[in-house]
Nanobody
Framework: QVQLVESGGGLVQAGGSLRLSCAAS????????MGWFRQAPGKEREFVAS???????YYAESVKDRFTISRDVNKNMVYLQMNSLKPEDTAIYYC???????????????WGQGTQVTVSS
């Protein structure tokens, strides 16, 4: 079992930055693929970024070169640094953990409760 708790969301102006954090407990993050997903009102939950146990990272095209996923194995934390934010980045952001490294929701077994990110224009 893995418990995930996100933090760091908030309101930011377009062009600004936020850093989301995901605290994991129960199992070490190094043994899982860790991902960030987001869900905007009325839309499906979509993949944002992931980091595999190997350390390899993957990004959705819409956030590539703006967002960076990282992890601190010693602290059992995963982060999402978001720069050059746009109003279309507004969503609830979820941290997820799974043994299958992928970009689909079904690839992840554990989810946090989400943190709201709002980008104003």
């Amino acid at each position: 079992q893995v418990q995930l708790v996100e933090s760091g969301g908030g309101l930011v102006q377009a062009g600004g930055s936020l850093r989301l954090s995901c605290a994991a407990s129960g199992r070490t993050v190094s043994g899982y693929a860790m991902g960030w997903f987001r869900q905007a009102p009325g839309k499906e939950r979509e993949f944002v970024a992931s980091i595999r146990w190997s350390g390899n990272t993957y990004y959705a095209e819409s956030v590539k070169d703006r967002f960076t996923i990282s992890r601190d194995v010693n602290k059992n934390m995963v982060y999402l640094q978001m720069n050059s934010l746009k109003p279309e980045d507004t969503a609830i952001y979820y941290c997820a953990a799974g043994v299958r490294a992928g970009v689909g929701k079904g690839d992840y077994d554990y989810w946090g409760q989400g943190t709201q990110v709002t980008v104003s224009s």
